[in-house]
């Protein structure tokens, strides 16, 4: 795992969430989603508390509200979804708004819309102050399989690299007077994809064959490390109190969830 690759999603800041070893926050947010989702859904003051905690985090990761709210958009299509719910459900019928909804149907589109929201915010807070080959590391230290942790690391890096090519080849189709405004245009994209293809495959065999000669395997056992495990060049650790200052939102949100079992 060598240099970091920055993403969108990742906003650089100086603060105490951000330093925080990868490991400890992704256990952090799994912990906190999980509490989430076995809140019970009438308990709606509960996940206004959620939402309080979530908010506490972003100002002291330094996260500005504007930002968050903007990559809340990745779950408009799960909020259509919860739209249609009381229209299609089953059950006793209401009247809101001069329109017949089901019972059940607004409680489920609240259900999946309130506990998606939360669940993707934390999200959200994660990739906003973890790194991409943080969040590799993370997961590695945490006993991932490895293959599952090389893969998704071949897909990132990767991906990065075919999106460059993709920008050159926009950029070169552009400089020679190409604008593709119709149907009579789709032959030039399609030997572009085509080329891209190409250039992609002859790109992953180079990278196989580096990545052979110098010893790597997928399926051998490497001695000091699990099978066609990569270098590892950081070795991430994590003190109690940094692991007390990560486990605060989750075990914070646990009251919550018991408190909104017993009331």
Not at 11 to 30: E, F, G, I, Y
Not at 102 to 119: E, F, P
Not at 140 to 158: D, G
Not at 190 to 217: P, T
Request: positive net charge; proline residues 5%; contains cysteine.
């Amino acid at each position: 795992m060598g240099a970091g690759h920055a993403h969108r999603l990742y906003r650089h800041a100086h603060s105490r969430v951000h330093v925080l070893p990868p490991h400890t926050k992704l256990a952090a947010v799994l912990a906190f989603v999980v509490v989430v989702v076995s809140t019970p859904r009438t308990a709606m003051w509960a996940f206004a508390l959620y939402a309080v905690l979530l908010a506490v985090v972003a100002r002291h990761a330094r996260v500005p509200a504007g930002f968050l709210l903007g990559r809340l958009l990745v779950e408009v299509p799960f909020v259509a979804f919860a739209v249609l719910m009381p229209f299609v459900a089953e059950g006793g019928r209401t009247d809101v708004l001069g329109l017949s909804l089901s019972v059940n149907g607004l409680w489920g589109a609240w259900n999946v819309l309130v506990k998606g929201t939360l669940g993707v915010a934390a999200s959200v807070l994660l990739a906003a102050t973890t790194e991409l080959r943080e969040l590799l590391l993370g997961l590695e230290r945490l006993k991932l399989p490895p293959l599952l942790i090389q893969i998704a690391s071949f897909m990132i890096r990767y991906g990065d690299v075919v999106t460059d090519e993709m920008r050159r080849m926009r950029i070169a189709r552009r400089s020679r007077g190409f604008e593709a405004r119709g149907v009579r245009h789709w032959g030039v994209l399609a030997k572009s994809a085509g080329a891209l293809f190409i250039r992609s495959y002859e790109r992953g065999e180079r990278v196989h064959l580096a990545m052979v000669s110098r010893g790597y395997s997928p399926t051998t056992q490497r001695v000091g490390g699990a099978p066609g495990s990569l270098p590892v060049i950081d070795e991430v650790t994590a003190s109690r109190a940094e692991w007390s200052y990560a486990l605060t939102l989750p075990l914070s949100a646990l009251v919550v969830c018991l408190l909104g079992w017993a009331l």
